[in-house]
């Protein structure tokens, strides 16, 4: 099984990130194999790319401290499990999330990220 992990470090003992999308690092760790990869989160990173790339690349699941709607939508239509995750090792979250002790997210845990500003027009008429 593969898993994409939002990580505040590059190793299995660093933490799960709280949010995915202003995740410094992805990880992405394949159980069968007991290898990751490691996915600096920086300037010519989108985070919901690394979602369908990842999907593409065999993760069917991954784990976050809290999902967007954005990117729990991509999630979604690539068939990606999204489990939520207090803030401990990453090699932690994947063993409860194997055995079904994370919660799976039913849709997103927050609401746009912190880069939208208020959109809506205040304007009186």
Known sequence: ???LVAAEDTTLED???SHFGRAPYFIIYDTDKDLFETI???ENVDPHLVIRDSAKGG???MICGNIGPNAYLIAEK???TVYISPAIKVRQAIELASNDQLP???GPTM???MHHHDHHDHSHN
Do not use: F
Request: glycine share 10%; net charge positive; aromatic share 4%.
């Open 78 to 80: 690539h068939k990606v």
């Open 1 to 3: 099984m593969k898993y």
């Open 40 to 42: 600096t989160n920086g």
């Open 59 to 61: 993760v069917q699941k």
């Open 15 to 17: 933490n799960v990130s």
């Open 104 to 106: 799976i997210a039913q």
């Open 111 to 113: 609401q746009h990220g």
